[in-house]
């Protein structure tokens, strides 16, 4: 129930009873009058109970909710990280999970009691703050270690999980993956997760400011921002961010050609065609109205600088 | 049961007894301080606001529509309808 609603109606509930309360005596005399006890005394405090502790422990899993506690600033700020390899921030950013509940969508456990644990969990969150000793940034730590179940309550069998040569490499491998005997986290692999203590090293994201609105000197941003996270760097698995910028963290795909991308052989080392939205292809699949055409390209003037050529698609 | 044993039993209820009303103003009292807290949280929810809420609010309420409760069973063996 919204709150516009319940508010209301509890200040109203609230006037009920007290005015019940005030007249006990004339209210229990009469019919009318235990009608009014039973209504104000039972029925409407059980509802409004009910209402209001659903959207209460509805509201408790929003993210404002969680971020609401100055510890957790830092995290808030992990997922506005200009950086297409950081995982929080990607998954936040590409709405990958809803922002609304991005905190409560990947720290729930998935299996039944798993709301349960997480309530208990957030209910030790705020013993902890109001009267234990909260940890310093960067020491907070889970009380347990992070179940793959979590990751793979979305990434479990999909086409773009499986098709990762390091995850069905010998390091990790599907069915070690899938039967939680290796961690998604383990070092090596996506060890950093929100990486708190690097957040001062790193740059926000402005949403509406788009890549081509960056100065040159940055990475070219192009390509698929799932691409980035998915296709390792040359190093192989997850680095620290700073690393993954020098080794061209949200590399384009003309980067990626450049450089090798993945250096697998197999379909890896095909040259595949990758839809973008400037593909034809793509472009006739949103062709609804052939009237309003693309802008016309733009020859460049002669005193800006020639856009460098990305590489073809499907050239290795 | 028929019409006039009704009200001859309606007739003879004796009136509600102090321990009665004041047992009423207790279940008012709780009831405002768990309904009072429920508002706030309601308003701003956080973790300041729905601790208090979740430990003293709602057992405010559930304690007060007990009190109701037992304030109606003692009014059903009072008129002897129980």
Redesign the interface.
């Known amino acids: 129930m919204p709150a516009v609603i319940l508010l209301p109606l509890i200040l109203l509930t609230i006037a009920l009873v007290a005015w019940l309360g005030l007249s006990a005596k004339a209210r229990a005399a009469g019919r009318a009058g235990k009608i009014l006890l039973l209504v104000g005394m039972f029925g409407l405090p059980g509802f409004l109970l009910a209402a209001g502790g659903q959207k209460a422990v509805h509201d408790s899993g929003q993210r404002e909710f969680c971020l609401s506690c100055h510890e957790m600033t830092p995290y808030q700020r992990s997922l506005e990280i200009d950086d297409r390899e950081y995982l929080p921030a990607v998954h936040y950013q590409n709405n990958l999970v809803p922002r609304d509940t991005a905190c409560y969508a990947c720290h729930t456990d998935y299996t039944l009691y798993g709301d349960v644990s997480a309530k208990l969990n957030g209910l030790k969150h705020v013993y902890v703050h109001f009267l234990g000793d909260v940890p310093a940034t960067g020491e907070i730590h889970l009380y347990s270690p992070y179940p793959n179940k979590n990751c793979l309550k979305c990434h479990e069998h999909s086409r773009r999980f499986e098709e990762v040569k390091q995850h069905r490499g010998p390091k990790a491998g599907l069915d070690k993956l899938y039967a939680n005997d290796v961690s998604c986290l383990q070092k090596g692999c996506h060890d950093l997760g929100h990486g708190v203590k690097l957040l001062d090293e790193m740059e926000t994201w402005k949403p509406g400011v788009f890549p081509e609105d960056k100065p040159a000197t940055e990475d070219g941003g192009g390509g698929d921002d799932l691409d980035d996270l998915f296709d390792e760097p040359s190093g192989g698995g997850d680095e620290k961010p700073a690393d993954a910028d020098a080794t061209g963290g949200g590399d384009s795909d003309a980067t990626e050609g450049a450089a090798g991308g993945d250096d697998a052989g197999g379909a890896a080392a095909e040259p595949t065609k990758k839809a973008t939205l400037n593909d034809p292809e793509v472009d006739d699949l949103f062709d609804d109205d052939p009237a309003p055409a693309a802008p016309a390209p733009t020859e460049p003037t002669k005193d800006e600088p020639k856009p460098e050529e990305p590489a073809k698609e499907g050239t290795p | 049961m028929s019409d006039a044993t009704e009200t001859v039993i309606a007739a003879e209820a004796p ?2 007894k102090k321990t ?2 004041k047992l ?2 207790w ?3 709780l ?2 301080i ?3 807290l ?2 706030i ?3 701003a ?4 606001t ?2 208090p ?2 430990f003293i609010g ?1 057992p405010c ?2 304690l ?2 007990l009190l ?2 037992v304030h ?1 069973v003692r ?1 059903l063996k009072r008129t002897k309808a129980l």
């Open positions: 009136p509600a009665d009303v009423l103003r279940t008012a009292f009831l405002i768990g309904l009072a429920e508002a949280a309601v308003a929810l956080s973790p300041t729905f601790v809420f979740a709602a309420i559930l007060g529509m109701y409760l109606v009014e």
